[in-house]
């Protein structure tokens, strides 16, 4: 067994101690970042690599509860962003080491924006440097980011949901049962993987969602590069259909995610004239039928804009396996280090880890 495959099978259980940690002892804290994005008058949201992904939930639950947050790429923040008076700055990151994140703390201290920083460690510069830690405290990933990326995706849905006052027992249990009831049925969907002819060796894949799910939908194209070391694409899918589909071909590979509640007839209807066109059709949401796609999962019961806690998890038990047909090891980067820590260039020393 891979130690990406470990990693995956454990995701659950850690995402419970995650949610009793930030619920429990944690809890002054989340209230305390709450309180000051409600202060602010300006919310940022930033990360980079996976970290970025999960702030894609982060941004799409605080839009869709009427408070607008700006979604920045770590380096784009740091190079290329004004940050407005009066901010508040939540910054995403599991080791609060990569260069990029470390540079921008400078950056909010001079602009006197508060910072909220979602980390797993606690002795980071980014957590020395916070106003307030927020520390999922799940076990550190082998590699590829699986726990750490879904942790810091809870921990930043929690705040954002206290930030909304949406954050009540029904809303603590309603993601509690589904992280129970998602750990019966890895084994299913890992054969279901196995058996289906959706993934190819040189396969071209195209990956769409809407709202949270797009958090999992970029996810899903950085672990078929990091782990499979293949290509892929992620889009949202109403932007996929404003001139993207012009490319499709006989055989290519389309993974979507379908919302419970928002643009489902919309987004199978897409699902099937994918079909048509000649694509193979992964299906990833609530309540789906088995005859909508090629590969199908159906996720346990979870609220809509929540679904995103639960639906990275049958992409990457694809990515592991996709990591086997191209003979390649999804445990081991060739040219990434763990943690960047240079702006230069691309190729680490395999001793050091420097450029």
């Not at 910072?115 to 980071?124: D, G, K, L, R, Y």
């Not at 992964?282 to 088995?290: K, R």
């Not at 086997?324 to 763990?338: A, E, N, P």
Request: with cysteine.
């Amino acid at each position: 067994m891979t130690e990406l495959m470990k990693d995956i099978l454990k995701q659950p259980e850690e995402l419970r101690g995650t949610l009793d940690r930030t619920l429990g002892p944690g809890k002054a804290a989340l209230e305390r970042a709450a309180q000051i994005i409600r202060q602010a008058k300006h919310v940022y949201i930033t990360g980079i690599g996976s970290s970025w992904h999960a702030g894609m939930a982060v941004q799409s639950l605080l839009d869709s509860g009427g408070l607008p947050a700006c979604l920045v790429d770590a380096s784009e923040f740091l190079h290329s962003t004004q940050i407005a008076r009066n901010s508040a700055v939540i910054v995403l990151s599991r080791s609060g080491q990569s260069i990029e994140i470390v540079k921008l703390l400078t950056k909010t201290r001079q602009a006197g924006a508060r910072t909220i920083a979602i980390t797993n460690t606690p002795e980071s510069p980014l957590a020395h440097s916070a106003d307030i830690t927020l520390n999922p405290g799940a076990s550190f990933d082998h590699f590829v980011s699986v726990t750490m990326y879904s942790a810091l995706t809870l921990v930043g849905g929690l705040l954002a949901a206290a930030v909304l006052n949406n954050l009540d027992e029904s809303l603590t249990a309603s993601l509690f049962a589904p992280l129970s009831a998602v750990q019966k049925v890895l084994d299913v969907w890992s054969e279901q993987v196995t058996e289906s002819n959706w993934l190819q060796r040189d396969m071209l894949a195209y990956f769409l969602a809407r709202g949270t799910s797009l958090a999992s939908c970029h996810e899903a194209r950085l672990l078929w590069e990091e782990a499979a070391k293949a290509p892929a694409t992620a889009l949202t899918t109403g932007g996929f259909r404003h001139g993207p589909q012009e490319m499709i071909a006989e055989g290519m590979r389309f993974g979507l995610w379908v919302d419970a509640e928002r643009m489902r007839s919309q987004d199978l209807a897409v699902a099937a004239d994918l079909h048509k066109l000649g694509g193979k059709i992964m299906l990833i949401g609530q309540d789906l039928p088995e005859s909508a796609g090629d590969l199908v999962f159906s996720i346990p019961k979870i609220p809509s804009a929540w679904q995103f806690l639960i639906d990275i998890m049958p992409v990457q038990l694809a990515a592991e396996r996709l990591s086997h047909l191209r003979g390649v090891d999804c445990d081991s980067f060739r040219i990434c280090s763990y943690i960047v820590e240079s702006e230069y260039g691309l190729i680490a020393d395999p001793k050091t880890g420097a450029p």
